[in-house]
């Protein structure tokens, strides 16, 4: 079983570690050279609690602060030059928490010691 979201993580690493020096140059500046790697699709924290609800089985009651009724400014980060340099996702936010959650489920006994 793989944990996609760092198998994507670790595949774009690599991407970026093997392109020219040049191909890097054009899209980063020495001060910086910061590439984000992500999906590029927003989420909500709330259609992230109901996916992770599914994932796990969760059927608990969930209290959000409606204190803060605007929620979490936005957060998406732009993956605009690492897509720029041909790479991209292969795997989507539910399908990498389903196989680290039954990855986790599999192996809690051995990890947790």
């Not at 790697?37 to 992770?52: P, Q, R, Y």
């Amino acid at each position: 079983m793989r944990i996609n979201q760092i198998d994507d993580m670790a595949r774009a690493s690599i991407h970026v570690m093997n392109l020219p020096l040049e191909q890097y140059r054009q899209v980063t500046d020495p001060r910086l050279s910061h590439i984000n790697v992500g999906s590029g699709v927003d989420c909500s924290i709330a259609e992230l609690v109901e996916i992770i609800q599914e994932v796990t089985g969760f059927e608990g009651i969930i209290n959000y602060d409606t204190s803060k009724p605007d929620g979490a400014p936005r957060k998406l980060m732009d993956n605009a030059k690492l897509n720029g340099l041909g790479w991209l996702p292969e795997y989507e936010l539910k399908e990498g928490l389903t196989n680290a959650y039954e990855w986790f489920v599999e192996n809690y006994e051995r990890v947790s010691k």
